[in-house]
């Protein structure tokens, strides 16, 4: 385990993509066609590992078998577990009241996928599957109870006798491995990346492991905290890990999931460079669904190809940790306050949005949703697409606590993420001045907005300004979003949400993340003949040798 490969690019199943790729049957990507993705995600686009999602949604525990045995000649090359690698993100117990026993399922999967890929590689198989992702992770309890259930109840059961003459389950069923697993925690809320440093500190106590994976989430903190904060809180989070790994001598790999908006880290074909300035210290980057499909397919493979070959820096060091942290506590406050205002009229917003992928609801018994402040909000890539729908980039919000920072705060942030200008540029490119008129006069499809918060966004835009920042649009793609969210909300507001779908969609596929396309866009030559050429190859691979 201490030679193996860490992979520095994870496919995930993220449902922020604006268009459906071309292989899908229908409106959402599911069942076996999430396997042919997970083939494609390593072989076309050259990412190294695929996250298997089984929080919060339904999961096809077979995956391994199903890749193996449909894609036998690219499996027998490239080997899954030692070339390329499938993680499994299971679901928290503690939380997934309704489904906590999912966990189980899945790691009882585990040595399954083992025997298969034994009886595919032969004598000298590895493990296809020995991590897991905890979402959600708080305490080193989350982590070392995954380890103890596994080594105790998954490959500890093979010394259980099944009946009185003593046969044992590994005699009657076979050796169970892998012996043990490893476990990837999951920060994703601005507390638990802040403490991040000392779970992990007592985690590696109590595992005695020599190396050690943490997944630092980008995009639930910003929707929960605000964008400023979550940014900071993950630079924050790498530098203190650098400094577990010194004092621990345990290799510690960050994982950095992000988004291809700037609300949502900022990850896609066209600024992985700057996202790798503003997160040094990252390893391993996701690539979501809108990176991978609402981009030219090339583009989106020269990027991961670049990810692959990156350098690694050392994380920044902030200058001061007491300014840091008071600075992330007022901007998270501002946020929250604007964030929670808007939360019925996210809330009705994202009953439009289409989904792209077969997911638990975000209501109800089988709900997974999130919360700002005490309001109950949808999970970030919605609350995301229905602002941008309505021409207001959540990145704006809370803005304007920038201004009332103390000067030794406000350096802290222009230090630690100096490219925030720059994201803010991009992200108000689509902000509609039209759409924002709109809504303080009218309200959002029914509803009023508050004059105070009214206010607020008023001080959040012109703390922009006074940022140096031009708000509205700055290029043709900017005027276009701003027609179509202008169209979006004049349909909800004169009573006809189903005509808001047009400008809904058009706003989505023009920004390059959440919504779908009804007409598939026309595509260059050379991507036509890249086309033929990937089906060619899959049908040869598809039907190879077993």
């Known amino acids: ?318 200058t001061s940790l007491k300014d840091l942290l008071e600075a992330i506590d007022r901007l998270a406050k501002a946020y929250v306050k604007e964030a929670s205002g808007l939360a019925h009229v996210v809330n009705k917003l994202t009953t439009l949005l289409p989904s792209r992928r077969a997911r638990k609801p975000h209501s109800g018994p089988f709900g997974y949703g999130r919360k700002v402040g005490s309001k109950n909000l949808p999970r970030a890539i919605a609350f995301t697409g229905a602002l941008y729908s309505i021409g207001l980039p959540p990145e704006l919000l809370g803005l304007h606590a920038m201004l009332d920072l103390s000067q030794v705060q406000r350096k802290q942030v222009e230090e630690l993420f100096p490219l925030l200008p720059q994201e803010l540029e991009v992200a108000t490119n689509f902000f509609s001045w039209e759409c924002f008129n709109t809504m303080r006069e009218e309200g959002v499809w029914g509803i009023k907005i508050q004059p105070s918060l009214n206010d607020l966004i008023e001080k959040d835009l012109k703390a922009a300004e006074e940022l140096g920042i031009d708000i509205g649009p700055k290029d043709s793609d900017g005027m276009r979003h701003g027609l179509f969210a202008s169209a979006c909300l004049e349909s909800l507001n004169s009573g006809h949400p189903n005509d808001a779908l047009f400008g809904l969609v058009g706003a989505a596929e023009v920004r390059r993340s959440l919504g779908r396309r009804d007409i598939p866009s026309p595509r260059s030559g050379r991507k036509e003949e890249r086309d033929k050429n990937n089906r060619e190859q899959h049908e040869q691979e598809h039907h190879g040798q077993t």
């Open 1 to 318: 385990m201490e030679e193996r490969r860490i992979p520095r690019t994870m496919s995930t199943q993220h449902p922020d993509n604006a268009r459906l790729p071309r292989w899908v049957h229908g409106e959402v990507i599911e069942g076996d066609q999430e396997v042919e993705e997970a083939y494609l995600a390593y072989r076309s686009y050259g990412c190294q590992e695929v996250m298997w999602d089984a929080e919060g949604k339904d999961v096809d525990t077979h995956v391994v078998r199903k890749l193996l045995s449909q894609y036998p000649s690219y499996f027998r090359k490239t080997v899954m577990g030692r070339d390329v690698f499938l993680t499994y993100r299971v679901p928290n117990p503690v939380l997934d009241a309704a489904e906590k026993k999912v966990i189980t399922e899945t790691l009882d999967n585990i040595p399954l996928a083992y025997d298969v890929a034994k009886q595919f590689y032969g004598d000298g198989a590895v493990a296809p599957i020995f991590e897991v992702i905890m979402p959600f992770t708080h305490t080193s309890d989350d982590l070392a109870n995954i380890l103890n259930y596994y080594e105790k109840a998954v490959a500890g059961r093979e010394a259980l006798t099944v009946n009185d003459a003593g046969l044992t389950v590994r005699e009657w069923i076979g050796e169970v491995n892998p012996k043990r697993i490893n476990v990837i925690p999951l920060f994703e809320d601005v507390p638990s990346l802040l403490q991040a440093a000392e779970v992990i500190r007592d985690f590696i106590k109590r595992s005695k492991t020599n190396y050690l994976r943490v997944f630092l989430g980008r995009s639930d903190p910003a929707m929960s905290f605000g964008m400023i904060p979550a940014t900071l809180s993950v630079k924050f989070a790498l530098w203190e890990l650098k400094r577990v790994e010194e004092e621990q001598g345990v290799r510690v790999y960050p994982i950095l999931g992000a988004g291809s908006l700037p609300f949502r880290g900022h990850v896609s074909p066209r600024s992985y460079a700057s996202a790798l300035k503003t997160y040094p210290g990252v390893y391993t980057i996701t690539i979501q669904s809108a990176f991978k499909y609402d981009y030219d397919e090339a583009e989106a493979e020269e990027a991961v190809s670049a990810l692959n070959s990156s350098q690694v820096r050392d994380p920044d060091e902030p």
